[in-house]
């Protein structure tokens, strides 16, 4: 097995690409070792020293680390997924456990139309570019005009991402909605 890596804007984190499926829709974070554990993979992922942050997208997995040098981390990443393949286990053990994606949105009912065009447009513009990086960008709310969005994976607490949600996802918006005022991360 071969498994392909890639640098992403965000220094902290690299992207696997083991050239198989992984989750094939959706992508699936885990922030820590406990909420790892309906994901047999992340939760090996996380018995590496210093990894912090595992994201399973399509067809990717982005491992986001502490402070040690990749050149440390990466071989036993790479070992990690291997033994995850070569063992043929399920990415996540229980599908039950998946939290639905809508979960915990917030806006007013008279802003639905305005919501669903945003949704619309993070998912057909924006998700597929964030995912090259190896990161999600999920909308969570929308209040007087303020576009509320959860960032994940490499996204989160990359320092570009700041300049992605001003130059890129804001002025997308506001160039098809011109309630949007703002966009902020939560």
């Not at 097995?1 to 690299?14: A, D, K, R, V």
């Not at 919501?115 to 209040?143: N, S």
Request: proline share 5%; charged share 25%; with cysteine.
């Amino acid at each position: 097995m071969f498994i392909q890596t890639e640098t992403t804007p965000n220094p902290q984190t690299l992207k696997f690409l083991p050239g198989r499926v992984v989750l094939g829709d959706g992508v699936r974070e885990f922030r820590s070792s406990a909420d790892a554990a309906p994901s047999p993979l992340a939760s090996r992922l996380f018995e590496v020293e210093g990894v912090t942050g595992v994201l399973l997208g399509s067809d990717f997995i982005a491992v986001t680390k502490a402070e040690p040098e990749w050149h440390h981390l990466k071989p036993a990443i790479l070992g990690a997924i291997m033994e995850h393949y070569l063992a043929g286990e399920a990415m996540i053990a229980d599908e039950g456990a998946d939290a639905a994606e809508d979960e915990g949105e917030f806006f007013e009912a008279a802003d639905e139309e305005t919501v669903g065009m945003i949704k619309e447009l993070i998912e057909e513009r924006v998700r597929p570019a964030v995912a090259q990086d190896g990161g999600d960008i999920t909308f969570k709310g929308f209040r007087d005009g303020v576009v509320f969005l959860n960032m994940k994976g490499a996204c989160s607490g990359c320092p570009s991402s700041t300049a992605t949600l001003r130059n890129g996802i804001q002025n997308l918006l506001r160039h098809y909605l011109p309630e949007v005022s703002e966009v902020r991360a939560v």
